[in-house]
């Protein structure tokens, strides 16, 4: 599956934006394969940067990838349950609740990377679960309705922004 065959009724809003990041590209081998960029990515940046904070009260880099990893579960746990044919509308979720209580800060670099490829790893056998029809199920999550593919798009796009930010205000 490429983003040219995800119709846009099948994202909107919020979510279009990291949908857009991703590019024309198999969507599970870039999902893959985005994971080990990303570790890559991460393993260069100098020790001294992983807790810097480019402005009072914004997150860290190691915030970042805690932040990467619940929206993944969540991202994930709303695809389980529209490929499930469950109606029920998804609430948000509060970032930055979320944020405040971790322990992002006392975890090691190395620690957060191996939960995170564990955590792609989960997501990735998921979405290979899926029929091609389960894939097109729609669900309504945050207020906006979202496919099972599309939300396989926004977990990707998501760390891909992130990413860019890094690069952006970090280093």
Known sequence: MKLDQLS???YRGYFSNYVGLVGNVDLIEDLEISLHEFIRFVQNIPMDKF???YSEGKWTIKDIIQHLMDSERIFAYRALRFARNDKTELPGFAE???A???NAANRSIQD???EYAVVRQASLS???SFTDDQMRLMGT???N???VRALAFVINGHQKHHQKVFQERYL
């Open 8 to 10: 846009e009724n099948e």
């Open 51 to 53: 807790d810097y904070r």
């Open 96 to 98: 930055n609740d979320y």
């Open 100 to 102: 405040e209580n971790t």
């Open 112 to 114: 957060l990377l191996s």
């Open 126 to 128: 998921l979405f290979k």
């Open 141 to 143: 999550a945050s207020g």
């Open 145 to 147: 309705q979202l496919s």
